[in-house]
């Protein structure tokens, strides 16, 4: 099983400041590699996939990067509404495994 | 507009069976294929299992913790995906979520979430 690690575990950030949230994997998922945003009480919702594809409607100040082990979600411009909590996910082999997620606070 | 809508949760015995639906809407439902996740009270996020599209054979996949107690299904003709949940334990107690899921790279990524039902396993 691959292990998805996550950090920092807490980021609180100032409004219109850049948010930099790390995930690294156990071994290679190659760039098979989604982000979710989750709110209290909602569903996830898929942010990036393929480690630095925009899903459908996702404003640009969310971006991907990465590959094999080290991944990295960036949000520019910290807005209110982006306080959440922000899981990574390995697609690459069965089991599919999440990161234990990090929160985002808006200070 | 994708929807994805999923019911049959609620309190079960331990060692009962339950059965939750996902009812799809707004998308061809036969030509994806789905998949399961929970999420335990104040806990991350859990796959529990996957089942592909028949042109895809329709087989599954299933988590090492739920393997030989849960089962997916599809009805294309419904549009819905069910989790038939056997010998439950009290630490099957979560939300339980309904995705669809989009092949890529040999591998899928989920990208419409329902927005869950939850399963209290107690006695």
């Known amino acids: 099983e691959i292990v998805m690690t996550q950090s920092p575990a807490t980021l609180s950030v100032s409004p219109g400041e850049r948010a930099t949230l790390s995930c690294r994997a156990s071994?290679?998922?190659?760039?098979?590699l989604a982000w979710y945003q989750q709110k209290p009480g909602q569903g996830p919702r898929l942010l990036i996939y393929?480690?630095?594809t925009r899903a459908t409607g996702l404003p640009a100040r969310f971006s991907g990067s990465g590959s094999g082990t080290e991944f990295t979600l960036t949000i520019n411009s910290l807005q209110s509404e982006d306080s959440a909590v922000y899981y990574c996910?390995?697609?690459?082999?069965?089991?599919?495994?999440f990161g234990p997620g990090t929160k985002v606070e808006i200070k | 507009e994708v929807q994805l809508v999923e019911s049959g949760g609620g309190l079960v015995q331990p060692g009962r069976s339950l059965r939750l639906s996902c009812t799809a809407s707004?998308?061809?439902?036969?030509?994806?294929?789905m998949s399961w996740f929970r999420q335990a009270p104040g806990k991350g996020l859990e796959w529990v299992g996957f089942?592909?599209?028949?042109?895809?054979?329709?087989?599954?996949e299933y988590a090492a913790s739920v393997k030989g107690r849960f089962t997916i299904s599809r009805d294309d003709s419904k549009s819905i995906a069910y989790l038939q949940m056997n010998s439950l334990k009290t630490e099957d107690t979560a939300v339980y979520y309904c995705t669809r899921a989009i092949a890529a790279a040999a591998g899928y990524y989920f990208d419409y979430w329902g927005q869950g039902t939850l399963v209290t396993v107690s006695s």
């Open positions: 707004g998308f061809t439902f036969g030509d994806y294929a």
């Open positions: 393929g480690a630095s």
């Open positions: 089942i592909r599209s028949k042109a895809y054979g329709g087989t599954t």
């Open positions: 071994q290679s998922v190659d760039t098979k």
């Open positions: 996910q390995q697609y690459d082999n069965w089991p599919l495994t």
